[in-house]
Every structure is written in structure tokens, then in C-alpha cells.
């Protein structure tokens, strides 16, 4: 009987250790997706909501030579003012704004500069429930610069608009700049989409500095490939 007994504990081994496994085989079967998912601490499946796009802007430990204003996350950053004149011009202001159209799920922003120098480049990013609604941001975007060289905006201030040449957008889908000048003071801003996400950078300086215009290429390049990685569309 003792034989038997052994003989059975035995076999209840042998028949778990092969459930164990084909479990683990099972489980080791890692796509890319998945891989992705799993590096950038979330699934890929679904826009990003508030929490994963604070995730995705850049912090100190991706620029360590810089520093940092955080600004509040949410739905909309800004709000609207007084409309633009012309109404052409709309979507600049709203860029400026901080309040898109269409309106994004979730928002957050930040400012960075070196820690050696006080120009500062601001960041702010949106997620939205699908591309499609991405792109009519670009697109909005794109389509005033044809027309619009100039408004009134919120403010009162009558800025000029330009069109500037279309930027490599690196990791992301499409990319898009202009220039908006006033009293010798000129902002530049480049809106950037990747899959459902878009990112708008935004730097000033003096119109007849010498590196006037001069992109911040660390920070764009650190903030895109991030955007990217976290949302899995890179």
C-alpha cells in the first residue's frame, strides 16, 4: 500500500508540473503590442486619459539640465475670450489659448528651460478619443495659416501670422509651424500629432536675437519619442 501511495503522489507531480508548463508557455507569448504596452506601464489599446498623459509629458529624470514649471492637468487647459477678428484667425488664438478645437479628453502642460538660461519652452499636450479628431486640429490649424497674416486678438493686440516651413516631425504622424509676431517680440509654435495625441511647443525671444526662432530640439525630440513610446504610435 505504501508503494501505491508513492506511486500516486508521483504521478499528481508529474501531471501538475506538465499544467505548469503549458501555462508557462502560454503566458511567454510576448507580441510587440504587448511588449510596449508593458514598457510604458499601460495598455496600448484606448486613447490615453489625464493620468496617462501626465505619464507622457517629460519630467527631470528625461532632462536633467532643465527646469520645471508644472502646470494643472484636465480636460481644457484655457478657455476661450473675446473672438478673433478675422474669424480666419481663430484657431491661432486658440492655440495660444490653450484651448483647442476639437476639445480634447485630456490635457496637461508644462514649462522647461535650462538651468543656465531663462528662455523657457512651453509644452502642452492633448489626447483625444480617436486620430480623426487629432487631425482636424492639424488640419484647422493649417488651413488658418492660408489666410490669416494677421488679427486682433484677446487681448487687444493686432499680431502678424506666418507660416513657417513644415518641420520634420521625427517619431510622430505630422507636424505643423508658424510664427506670431508683435511689437518686436515674436512666439514660435509647432503643433505636432501622433496617432490620437498632439503636442504644442511653444518658445518666445526677440525677432532680431540672433538665434531668433532657433527650435529647442532636445526637448521637442525627448517630449515626442515619449508621447510616442507611452501611446504606443511609435
Known amino acids: 500500500m505504501k508503494v501505491d501511495g508513492l506511486r500516486r503522489v508521483q504521478a499528481v507531480v508529474v501531471a501538475l508540473t506538465a499544467v505548469a508548463l503549458l501555462a508557462g508557455c502560454g503566458s511567454g507569448a510576448v507580441t510587440e503590442d504587448s511588449a510596449k504596452g508593458t514598457a510604458s506601464g499601460r495598455s496600448n489599446d484606448g486613447p490615453l486619459n489625464a493620468a496617462d498623459l501626465e505619464n507622457a509629458a517629460v519630467t527631470e529624470a528625461d532632462l536633467p539640465e532643465y527646469t520645471f514649471t508644472v502646470f ?7 478657455s476661450k475670450g473675446k473672438p ?43 489626447a483625444y478619443a480617436k486620430a480623426a479628431d487629432a487631425e482636424k486640429l492639424l488640419t484647422r490649424v493649417r488651413d488658418a495659416a492660408k489666410s490669416c497674416t494677421g488679427y486682433e486678438d484677446d487681448m487687444g493686440l493686432t499680431p502678424t501670422v506666418t507660416a513657417l516651413p513644415v518641420p520634420d516631425p521625427g517619431p510622430a504622424d505630422e507636424a505643423f509651424a508658424f510664427k506670431r509676431e508683435s511689437s518686436g517680440t515674436a512666439h514660435w509654435y509647432r503643433v505636432v500629432r501622433s496617432g490620437s495625441n498632439v503636442a504644442v511647443f511653444n518658445w518666445q525671444g526677440l525677432v532680431t536675437h540672433k538665434i531668433a526662432g ?21
Not at 494643472?72 to 484655457?78: A, M, R
Not at 489659448?97 to 476639437?102: D, I, M, Q, T
Open 72 to 78: 494643472k492637468q484636465g480636460t481644457v487647459l484655457g
Open 84 to 126: 478673433a477678428k478675422p474669424a480666419a484667425c481663430q484657431p491661432m488664438e486658440d492655440i495660444r489659448l490653450r484651448s483647442p478645437e476639437p476639445a480634447p479628453t485630456a490635457a496637461a502642460a508644462r514649462s522647461v528651460h535650462l538651468k543656465t538660461d531663462t528662455k523657457a519652452t512651453d509644452i502642452t499636450l492633448y
Open 214 to 234: 532657433e527650435a529647442p530640439d532636445e526637448v521637442i525630440t525627448t517630449q515626442l519619442e515619449k508621447l510616442t513610446e507611452t501611446a504606443g504610435t511609435g
